[in-house]
């Protein structure tokens, strides 16, 4: 590959995204009743149930990880990642999932595939600890193919109003924590898909098709025994957007990069596609799934939660007071 790839030119342009979320802020911001709670850098919607709690909700899907998925025949682990995706993001509040829904659309429906995305949706309800209630199935010919299916998932979840984490109270000295993903999870893929030929796509699909690691158990723990000050799930902008939308105005994130071993996957990635260090920091979460603001006096208490519940981290860098910037690598 001669030319260095960025995300935008395999196809995802977040910059044009952003400017749609904008220019259907005014629609969005009319159909809003007294119980939506707004909070700038929420990763989940908020909407009070009453003067004690909160009802927390998300919506998401897998994305071009499901051509991989087609292409391999293989699609056990994709209702993991949808699951995945949407729990990952309440838990940012520091709510307890409570039920999922799905919605799957296919050209054709094919039980022994279906059978198989579903299952792997029930896996990732059990290890969320919540329940599947229900779903919808659309078939579409004309609209897909007869081997292709799209997904999509919603989650509610619940946490008590004075317990929302929403980054607020970070400050300069706060200590950054990163959980170790399982590899790439759910994002990036359009970009992997350019730099991997169809036949390198399918001799790692195994490794390619890992599934989205869910943090319930890990982030359950720790909000339950520690006082964790902000959460984010490292996805779609990864350290440069989802990382730093916790932030209060004139903190600044700076990253320890020697912290941790970036998994080889993006390594590889990286060389092939010759893509700058900020365009993979932009893109991918370089095995870091999700990252917790801790204060240095709750270090310990954080450290024996971990070593008791056996939750590997990393200690990947820090809060610092910034004007302008608002993440150092």
Request: glycine share 10%.
């Given at each position: ?21 904008r220019a ?27 003067d004690k ?5 998300s919506?998401d899907?897998?994305g ?37 829904l799905?919605?799957?659309?296919c ?15 029930a896996?990732g309800?059990?290890?969320s ?10 078939e ?27 980054g ?27 730099v991997?030929s ?22 359950m ?7 964790i ?20 105005k004139?903190r600044c ?5 020697t912290?941790?071993?970036?998994p ?19 893109t ?22 971990c ?7 990393y ?15």
């Amino acid at each position: 590959m001669s030319q260095k790839i960025t995300y935008k030119s395999s196809g995802v342009d977040i910059g044009k995204a952003n400017a749609f979320i904008r220019a259907i802020g005014k629609d969005v911001k009319r159909t809003k009743t007294s119980g939506v709670i707004e909070r700038p850098g929420s990763f989940g919607a908020l909407y009070a149930l009453d003067d004690k709690r909160v009802m927390v909700s998300s919506t998401d899907g897998v994305g071009t990880k499901l051509l991989i998925a087609q292409m391999a025949n293989k699609h056990d682990t994709v209702g993991i990642d949808l699951v995945a995706m949407n729990v990952n993001d309440i838990l940012c509040v520091g709510a307890r999932p409570l039920f999922f829904l799905d919605y799957i659309a296919c050209g054709k429906v094919k039980p022994h595939v279906l059978v198989k995305v579903v299952k792997g949706i029930a896996d990732g309800c059990a290890q969320s600890g919540m329940s599947l209630i229900g779903g919808e199935t659309a078939e579409m010919p004309g609209l897909y193919g007869p081997d292709e299916y799209d997904l999509a998932g919603f989650v509610v979840g619940v946490v008590e109003k004075k317990k929302i984490i929403d980054g607020s109270r970070i400050k300069a000295g706060d200590i950054l924590i990163g959980l170790p993903s399982s590899g790439i999870h759910s994002n990036g893929y359009s970009l992997v898909r350019k730099v991997f030929s169809r036949s390198e796509q399918l001799r790692r699909a195994k490794e390619l098709l890992t599934p989205t690691r869910i943090y319930a158990r890990e982030v359950m723990a720790l909000t339950k025994g520690s006082k964790i000050k902000g959460i984010a799930h490292i996805t779609g902008g990864a350290f440069v957007e989802k990382l730093t939308k916790i932030l209060p105005k004139g903190r600044c994130f700076a990253i320890d990069k020697t912290a941790w071993i970036v998994p080889k996957i993006f390594q590889l990635i990286q060389k092939r596609g010759k893509i700058t260090e900020l365009e993979m920091f932009k893109t991918f979460n370089m095995g870091i799934g999700m990252a917790m603001v801790v204060d240095p006096k709750g270090l310990d208490r954080f450290s024996k939660i971990c070593r008791a519940k056996k939750i590997k981290y990393y200690k990947i860098g820090k809060v610092i007071n910034h004007s302008t910037e608002r993440l150092l690598l």
